[in-house]
């Protein structure tokens, strides 16, 4: 069995340790039952604030109810995160990294096989709104940071595809109820 079997296995096991009637979706009242039940049978600590803010992460169109599908995309991409990037790179389909290639060289009109920052955020935000996702919020705040101090800093295709590969996989069709994960410049530059 391949890892993401394993995970998908792992996960569906916790989900119906929660959807303890079967009906495939868990309210937050099955929710804070079965972590009590956890709590109680393996010791696992149960703090009501933290079950909820959990519980919030997994609810993403905020309706009261978490489906298997909600809870699995939650997991996986939480799986991912603690993932030294380059592992992450195995995961990407090669159709999202030849299109993302194509827009690095596009921006790399010295063909020097780099971009500055601000560069390389140029064609991460064409990627995204290619995908009409838009670009709000936590990614102007990273394309304003890529002005400052480390403007001039160079970016490889290789770091650029590592430090992007998460942000890659979370925008896929199929995980569109989920926030984008979308790096900020205080990490994933600075990341080897």
């Known amino acids: 069995m391949d890892v993401m079997s394993e995970l998908l296995t792992t996960f569906d096991d916790f989900y119906d340790a929660y959807d303890e009637t079967g009906s495939s979706s868990i309210t937050f009242g099955d929710y804070i039952r079965s972590a009590r039940r956890l709590e109680r049978r393996e010791g696992i600590p149960c703090n009501e604030l933290e079950l909820r803010k959990k519980f919030l992460e997994y609810d993403r169109d905020h309706n009261g109810r978490v489906t298997w599908h909600d809870f699995i995309m939650v997991e996986a991409v ?68 890529a002005s400052g101090p480390n403007h001039n800093r160079l970016i490889t295709w290789e770091r ?26 205080e990490h994933h530059w600075m990341d080897s």
């Open 78 to 145: 939480n799986y991912l995160k603690k993932l030294p990037n380059h592992e992450i790179l195995r995961f990407l389909k090669p159709l999202e990294v030849d299109r993302l290639r194509r827009l690095f060289r596009h921006l790399d009109a010295a063909n020097t096989g780099v971009l500055t920052v601000p560069e390389s955020e140029k064609a991460y935000r064409t990627w995204l709104t290619s995908l009409d996702i838009p670009v709000q919020g936590e990614m102007i705040k990273s394309e304003q940071r």
């Open 160 to 185: 650029f595809i590592r430090n992007k590969a998460l942000s890659i996989i979370t925008a896929r069709p199929n995980t569109r109820t989920l926030r984008p994960y979308l790096t900020s410049m």
